[in-house]
Every structure is written in C-alpha cells, then in structure tokens.
C-alpha cells in the first residue's frame, strides 16, 4: 500500500505546474491528493477485508470412500452439505502417511526436500498467511519436530507426536504431549475426548480473536487436526452402538454397496472396477461368529468416531455462523491418507476384551476393513498406490465459489494447498525466510477451480514414502514402487501393470524418479517391495 501511496504522490505533484497552468487554486490541488489517498487506503482497507478466512480440516487414516458424500454409509451429514455447497475433488492426492503428509502440507513443499519433520528450508502455511496479517490458530495432532507455535501459529492446543489415547491423552508409550500454546497441558481424567476437546479449543481462540480489535480486523487461518480415526479405534459408547451390527455382512459386501453409491453420486465414472481383494484376506463368512461380531465392532468404532469427527465439523459451522464469518470462508477439508492396514491392538486390551469405549482399550482394525474403506482402490496407507494416497478433498466457499455442488477432476496434490492459501492472502513466494533461504514452492494453486477457470496441469508428481514405497505421475501414466507401470486415467485401481508392453517407457519414467529423488534430496535407491 505504501508503495502505491508513494507513487501517487510522486505523480500528483509532478502534475502540479499543470494545475497552476490552470489557475486551480492550491487547495483544490490539496484535496484532490486528499481524495486519491483516502481512495487508496480504502482500495487496500476494501481488498483486505474480502480475503476469506480459511479453515483447514485434516482427519488421520480416514479411507476414500468413508463419507456420507463419497459414496459411505457413515452418517456425515455436515461435511456432506459442504460437499454439496461447494466442491468435491475426486483425484486429489496425499503422500499416504501421518509425519510425510504433515510436513509437505505446512511447507508447500515435497517432505524429502525439507527434512520430513524438521521442516527446514521452508516458509510454513501460517507462517506465510501470517505475512499476510492473518491471525493464525491450530488444535489438534502436529506431529512434527518443534512446536507450532515456534512455526507460524499464534495459539495451538493439541499433542506434539503422532497418536493418542482419545480419552487420556496418553501417547502409546505413556506420556503425554498435550501443549497449550507454549505451556504443558495435563489432560482431566474424565470428561475429556480428543475429537470434542480440539472443536472446544478452536471455537474458544475464535472467540478470543473476537475479543481483539487488532485480529479480529484481519482474516484468520484455523488448522484443525483430528486425529480420528487413527488408532487406537476408541469412541464414545453411544456412537459405537449407532453402528454395532451393520458391518455383519463383511468387508466384500461393504464394497460393493460403496462403490454402487459412488456411481450413482457420480464420485467415480459407471465403468469403475473394484480392486481385487488381497489373496491374504478371507471371505468374511469363513470367520466364526465371535470373530465376526469382534470385526463387526471394530468396524462400528471406526464409523463412530468418523460421525463424532462430523458432528464437530457441524458445531464449528455454527460458530462461523454465529461470528458472521461464514460467507468469506474457506473450508478444505482431508485426509492425511488412505485406511491403515496394521494390527497393532495391545496384548492387555485383547486379553481384558475391553470395550472400546474404555479409557484403557487399546484396539485395531487390520487391512480387512481398511481395503474396504479405500473403495475402489488398491493398497492403503504408506503406499503409493493409489489406496495410499487418494484423498477425499472438500472446498466450500459460498462468497467465493460458483457453480457448487460439482465435481472437480483433475489431478491434485497436498503441495497445492500451501499455493491456494498464499494466493488467497495476496502473499508473493518469498526466496528466504529468517534470513536464510528456503527452497522452490511445488504448487500449483486451486484458486481457479472456484471460479470453474482453467487451471494449470501438474506435468509431473512425485511421491515417496521409503525406498519399496515409491511413485512418478506423468499425464496418464504412474510408475509405483520403480517396476509397476499404469495408465491411472484407464486403470486408476492398478489392475493391469503395462510395465511388460511399455518397456521403454518405464526406462524413461525409472530414470526421472532417480532425477527427481535426487533432487528432492533423497538419497536410497527404489527397491521392489
């Protein structure tokens, strides 16, 4: 603004011998100044005030097709009317684990490049929106090495690591890493549940902001990272029992009913194929009735703490409501990656048969449920297939998006994020941060998919988890785990590896990973899994 003021100036009085040819009186001159300044200022007052608020939602190990709006029986009936007042985006993707995807979210950049959790060589998305006057909040899981109020938030109220007991706060290893703000928080001994605790906090510095003249003129940027429903698969009994009996008829047919949603919502084209099942996973009716019932309650939990995760988007909507925000603000809501496949219940929660709305239970689901909640694709987190890293992905803007309730396609990553916010804060990339020098942003910004714009193509993707746990996206075709070969617009569930037929493609695509990679700082070669 100052800039614009100064040039104003300077072309005001290099027109002054004009007025005075004129005979204009001085202060005729003087207050058209006046006029131009005040016209200025409130251009600029006028701009800052319809740049949207942003809100940012992220659940942990949430499976493609889990909600109501992508084709899942989970009731979710407030992220469904944001999906159905904005848009949805079938394609978009994640780096398929927690701390990978955390790291390339806050920085805009590829994780490999800024030392995962070290976040290093980078201007983090609060810390650039905060360039941009934006008061910036967080609750919820980090997951990332410092704290978040050392990167670019104002207030935070969440646990440091990467998972936790819902209702004790506990890590797995028996501490706790709750923080508020800087300081240690010491989690009550009843009354408490992650999912309720993280909207509490959200809604309470949205409320404090109200209380500052100085914020509350500017926008806000709110992150709120649910850790539902990673495990341990803990909910609230009355939650449990909504869906205690409705899994009975097993994971293949949970599939098949999805992906019969899918079509008719229009999520997938009516010519989508299902994945395979896994050789290892068995026919559901093969298991005893015992353990079809312990399935049936796992699979209950999971679906309980992704409606509870719902019911808090729907509180949050209603204090956005409440403050008047709600028109001029973005809300993007995600997944940090596909279903989680491991088995990691605890020996004790096994041998007490604790319910899972116990305080000391410490239950999982395995790739059984989790293949089934990444209808239709193959694989599930850490992987890069695309069960792995494909992401539900919500926009809801009413002032800024046209033409809701559409399906947006085209190919998208979580580097892109971190470009559609700085675009939104009227932010230029900047070359160094704290005085040291950071490294190339990787997005492309979704700012013209609001207005149904041409936005620009990614000409290539890279994704990495570890050396067996690999991809390169170029157009239509995607390499996995540096052997397989697919054409993701004709075969996106990786059914038919072309790798055999195209051997000179996968040359040319096996040797851009290495240049890539080496790029990006990675420094171990691809293996086969």
Same mark, same amino acid.
């Given at each position: 603004?100052?800039?614009?003021?100064?040039?104003?100036?300077?072309?005001?009085?290099?027109?002054?011998?004009?007025?005075?040819?004129?005979?204009?009186?001085?202060?005729?001159?003087?207050?058209?100044?006046?006029?131009?300044?005040?016209?200025?200022?409130?251009?600029?007052?006028?701009?800052?005030?319809?740049?949207?608020?942003?809100?940012?939602?992220?659940?942990?190990?949430?499976?493609?097709?889990?909600?109501?709006?992508?084709?899942?029986?989970?009731?979710?009936?407030?992220?469904?009317?944001?999906?159905?007042?904005?848009?949805?985006?079938?394609?978009?993707?994640?780096?398929?684990?927690?701390?990978?995807?955390?790291?390339?979210?806050?920085?805009?950049?590829?994780?490999?490049?800024?030392?995962?959790?070290?976040?290093?060589?980078?201007?983090?998305?609060?810390?650039?929106?905060?360039?941009?006057?934006?008061?910036?909040?967080?609750?919820?899981?980090?997951?990332?090495?410092?704290?978040?109020?050392?990167?670019?938030?104002?207030?935070?109220?969440?646990?440091?690591?990467?998972?936790?007991?819902?209702?004790?706060?506990?890590?797995?290893?028996?501490?706790?890493?709750?923080?508020?703000?800087?300081?240690?928080?010491?989690?009550?001994?009843?009354?408490?549940?992650?999912?309720?605790?993280?909207?509490?906090?959200?809604?309470?510095?949205?409320?404090?902001?109200?209380?500052?003249?100085?914020?509350?003129?500017?926008?806000?940027?709110?992150?709120?990272?649910?850790?539902?429903?990673?495990?341990?698969?803990?909910?609230?009994?009355?939650?449990?029992?909504?869906?205690?009996?409705?899994?009975?008829?097993?994971?293949?047919?949970?599939?098949?009913?999805?992906?019969?949603?899918?079509?008719?919502?229009?999520?997938?084209?009516?010519?989508?194929?299902?994945?395979?099942?896994?050789?290892?996973?068995?026919?559901?009716?093969?298991?005893?009735?015992?353990?079809?019932?312990?399935?049936?309650?796992?699979?209950?939990?999971?679906?309980?703490?992704?409606?509870?995760?719902? @019911?808090?988007?729907?509180?949050?909507? #209603?204090? +956005?409501?409440?403050?008047?925000? &709600?028109?001029? !603000?973005?809300? %993007?809501?995600?997944?940090?990656?596909?279903?989680?496949?491991?088995?990691?219940?605890?020996?004790?929660?096994?041998?007490?048969?604790?319910?899972?709305?116990?305080?000391?239970?410490?239950?999982?689901?395995?790739?059984?449920?989790?293949?089934?909640?990444?209808?239709?694709?193959?694989?599930?987190?850490?992987?890069?297939?695309?069960?792995?890293?494909?992401?539900?992905?919500?926009?809801?803007?009413?002032?800024?998006?046209?033409?809701?309730?559409?399906?947006?396609?085209?190919?998208?990553?979580?580097?892109?994020?971190?470009?559609?916010?700085?675009?939104?804060?009227?932010?230029?990339?900047?070359?160094?941060?704290?005085?040291?020098?950071?490294?190339?942003?990787?997005?492309?910004?979704?700012?013209?998919?609001?207005? @149904?714009?041409?936005?620009?193509?990614? #000409?290539? +993707?890279?994704?990495?988890?570890? &050396?067996?746990? !690999?991809?390169? %996206?170029?157009?239509?075709?995607?390499?996995?785990?540096?052997?397989?070969?697919?054409?993701?617009?004709?075969?996106?569930?990786?059914?038919?590896?072309?790798?055999?037929?195209?051997?000179?493609?996968?040359?040319?695509?096996?040797?851009?990973?290495?240049?890539?990679?080496?790029?990006?700082?990675?420094?171990?070669?691809?293996?086969?899994?």
């Amino acid at each position: 603004m100052f800039q614009k003021v100064r040039h104003c100036l300077a072309y005001t009085i290099s027109y002054a011998p004009r007025f005075r040819k004129l005979h204009m009186p001085f202060h005729y001159y003087s207050l058209a100044l006046v006029l131009v300044l005040v016209a200025i200022a409130f251009g600029a007052n006028h701009a800052k005030a319809e740049r949207p608020n942003v809100v940012l939602i992220m659940v942990d190990d949430m499976g493609y097709s889990d909600l109501g709006c992508y084709g899942g029986e989970i009731k979710t009936p407030n992220l469904d009317r944001l999906a159905t007042g904005g848009i949805r985006f079938t394609n978009f993707t994640n780096c398929g684990k927690c701390e990978t995807t955390r790291a390339t979210l806050m920085s805009g950049r590829y994780h490999t490049e800024v030392g995962k959790g070290a976040l290093r060589r980078c201007i983090t998305m609060p810390e650039i929106m905060k360039l941009g006057g934006y008061h910036t909040m967080m609750t919820g899981k980090w997951h990332l090495k410092g704290s978040p109020v050392d990167r670019g938030f104002d207030r935070y109220f969440g646990f440091l690591n990467g998972a936790s007991n819902f209702f004790t706060g506990e890590s797995v290893y028996g501490r706790t890493y709750f923080r508020l703000d800087h300081q240690e928080f010491w989690v009550p001994k009843e009354g408490f549940y992650c999912t309720d605790d993280f909207t509490d906090y959200a809604m309470r510095f949205l409320d404090d902001r109200e209380k500052h003249t100085t914020q509350k003129a500017n926008p806000f940027f709110l992150y709120v990272a649910y850790n539902a429903p990673h495990y341990p698969l803990q909910a609230p009994r009355e939650e449990v029992n909504k869906y205690q009996g409705k899994y009975m008829d097993g994971w293949d047919m949970l599939r098949k009913t999805r992906l019969a949603r899918m079509k008719k919502m229009g999520v997938v084209p009516p010519d989508q194929k299902l994945s395979s099942r896994p050789q290892n996973i068995e026919e559901f009716k093969l298991l005893s009735a015992q353990e079809q019932a312990h399935r049936d309650l796992m699979m209950a939990t999971y679906a309980g703490m992704i409606d509870r995760v719902d @019911q808090n988007v729907g509180r949050l909507l #209603k204090k +956005l409501d409440s403050l008047g925000e &709600s028109d001029n !603000t973005l809300i %993007l809501f995600l997944s940090d990656n596909g279903a989680c496949p491991f088995q990691r219940s605890q020996k004790k929660t096994i041998e007490h048969n604790f319910a899972p709305w116990n305080p000391d239970s410490f239950w999982c689901y395995d790739q059984r449920w989790a293949h089934a909640c990444n209808t239709p694709w193959r694989k599930f987190k850490q992987n890069q297939h695309e069960g792995g890293v494909a992401t539900p992905l919500i926009a809801h803007w009413p002032k800024g998006i046209t033409n809701p309730g559409r399906f947006e396609r085209q190919r998208g990553h979580l580097v892109d994020l971190h470009a559609t916010c700085r675009e939104l804060a009227g932010v230029d990339y900047p070359k160094q941060h704290h005085g040291q020098p950071i490294g190339a942003a990787r997005g492309i910004s979704l700012v013209p998919h609001f207005t @149904q714009k041409r936005r620009e193509e990614h #000409k290539e +993707l890279f994704y990495y988890f570890n &050396s067996s746990k !690999t991809a390169l %996206l170029q157009g239509d075709w995607k390499l996995v785990d540096s052997s397989e070969l697919y054409n993701i617009r004709e075969d996106r569930i990786e059914s038919n590896d072309l790798a055999a037929t195209h051997p000179e493609r996968l040359e040319r695509m096996q040797a851009r990973w290495h240049e890539l990679a080496e790029r990006y700082g990675v420094r171990e070669s691809p293996k086969k899994p």
